[in-house]
């Protein structure tokens, strides 16, 4: 016929399908309140995402919404990584994986709140204060206002030392 069905198994793995079982073990450890076992299969998941779905096809409606699918899971684990790795004290792998949220969606609110709290972990307010400022012009462009998370961070930050 006109269609191809791939058969996972032993001698046949995809990276969506590890992708999805590190989801999936990093919400189950969630859960079940081991978040260092969640951060594991959440960094497992982030190294395997390399960029955009099918990005070596031409644009095709057929599988927009399962870019936008991956792309979104992606955020949000490299977020919780984010969130995780800073509760860990390593600012550094908490910015690499917040950034790399932003890559994938400049108006990730969220990713914005780890790489201040990173900056304000390193003491840095300017860099805190510049990071907010980039977040309010990324939800402006949504017609978004900040989230109470956000303005509670802006307040923080704001605040005489």
Request: with cysteine.
């Amino acid at each position: 016929g006109a269609g191809m069905q791939l058969v996972t198994g032993g001698h046949l793995r995809i990276d969506v399908d590890e992708f999805d079982e590190h989801l999936a073990l990093a919400s189950r450890a969630e859960h079940d309140g081991a978040p260092s076992l969640a951060l594991d299969h959440d960094l497992a998941a982030v190294a395997l995402y390399r960029d955009q779905l099918h990005v070596d096809l031409p644009e095709a409606d057929w599988f927009a919404l399962d870019r936008e699918h991956y792309r979104t899971r992606f955020v949000r684990a490299a977020v919780r990584a984010g969130e995780l790795l800073l509760g860990h004290g390593d600012i550094d792998r908490s910015h690499a994986v917040a950034q790399r949220a932003l890559n994938a969606d400049p108006w990730a609110e969220d990713a914005y709140a780890v790489l201040v709290r990173g900056a304000l972990v390193r003491g840095d307010r300017s860099a805190a204060r510049r990071l907010l400022d980039h977040c309010d012009e990324a939800l402006s462009d949504l017609g978004a206002a900040p989230s109470p998370a956000t303005q509670q961070l802006r307040r923080r930050v704001d605040q005489p030392t």
